[in-house]
Nanobody, 128 residues
């Protein structure tokens, strides 16, 4: 069992940066692959990025954020980060982190049904 808490959202202008954090409870956090998803009003929740278990050597991104967002993890702090640069109004959404236990180094878990645990979300609003 793991509990996830997101933080770091806010209201920014286009071109600004934000860093989201996902703090996890539990002693075996390094065994989990962690993903970030987002959901804009009236739209389905979509995959943004994921990072593999352990040292996080494998990452995977939504094409539209690949050159702007970076996912990373710090297992000693039970935390996964999403650094978001050059934000655009279309990035406005509630951002959720999610986790699942995995025994491989794969990070391509892009379907929300792949994940067992979810945080409550943090709002990111980008004004033009």
């Amino acid at each position: 069992q793991v509990q996830l808490v997101e933080s770091g959202g806010g209201l920014v202008q286009a071109g600004d940066s934000l860093r989201l954090s996902c703090l996890a409870s539990g002693r075996t956090f390094s065994n989990y692959v962690v993903g970030w998803f987002r959901q804009a009003p009236g739209k389905e929740r979509e995959f943004v990025a994921a990072i593999s278990r352990g040292g996080g050597g494998n990452t995977y991104y939504l094409d539209s954020v690949k050159s702007r967002f970076t996912i990373s993890r710090e297992n000693a702090k039970n935390t996964v980060y999403l650094q978001m640069n050059s934000l655009k109004p279309e990035d406005t959404a509630v951002y959720y982190c999610a986790a699942r236990v995995t025994y491989n180094g794969n990070s391509r878990y892009t379907n929300m049904h792949d994940y067992n645990y979810w945080g409550q979300g943090t709002q990111v609003t980008v004004s033009s």
